[in-house]
């Protein structure tokens, strides 16, 4: 499990799978998560700007990264 540190309030889901290295730019990420392949808190999310908050969970290829404050 991989933990990201949030600076301000949230952090949006395509900057946290950027800044875990999970993906390398932005259109990856946009297109990880139209086609299903993330998920936030055990459940699908197919909004790229979705907002995380201190606690939350990502889960992508088989790689979980934790949210926190």
Do not use: C, P, W
């Not at 990420?29 to 993330?38: N, S």
């Amino acid at each position: 499990m991989q933990n990201i540190k949030l600076r301000d309030e949230f952090i949006k889901l395509g900057q946290a799978l950027k800044a875990a290295g999970l993906v390398e730019s932005g259109v990856d990420a946009k297109y990880a998560v139209q086609d299903g392949l993330v998920k936030v808190n055990g459940s699908v999310e197919i909004q790229r700007g979705k907002k995380l908050y201190d606690g939350d969970e990502i889960e992508f290829e088989g790689n979980i990264i934790k949210i926190t404050k």
